[in-house]
C-alpha cells in the first residue's frame, strides 16, 4: 500500500518543463579602437602639485595655506574632483570648531556635493602610497 502511495504520488507530481533552446552567443566583441583612459589620480594634470602642497599643509593642519592651495588647484583644474574635495574638507575642517552650521561648513557641503557630481566613484587619499 505505502509502495502504491509513493509510486502514484510521484506520477501526479507536476513535472518540470523541459529546459529551454539558448540562445546562440553573441559574438565576441573587439577592443576598443581607441584606449580608455584610466581613473585620474588625486594628484594628476594641472592642479596636482597644488593638491600635493595642499595635502602637506593639511597633515600639518596648517589649513589656511592648505585652502590656498586647494583653491590654486581648482582654478587650475575646475573640473577636478579632488580639488572640489579636499578644498571641502578643508573648509570643514575650518568650521569644525563651532558645532552648529556656519559658512565654513555651508561651503564644505558645496564644494563636495561638487566634487562627487564631477567624479561619483571618486575615492580621496591623503598623500602618495
Known sequence: ???ATVLLSAALAPQAPPPAATAPEPPATTAPATPVAPPATASAGAAGPYIDAGIAAFKKRRFAAARADFEKAEAADPLSAAAAYYLGYTYYKIGE????MNANKE???????????LDPAFNPTWGRK
Not at 570648531?97 to 552648529?100: F, G, K, Q, V
Not at 561651503?107 to 557630481?117: D, I, M, P, R, T
Request: aromatic share 12%; charged share 35%.
Open 107 to 117: 561651503k564644505a557641503k558645496e564644494l563636495f556635493a561638487k566634487a562627487f557630481s
Open 1 to 3: 500500500m505505502l509502495l
Open 97 to 100: 570648531p563651532s558645532r552648529r
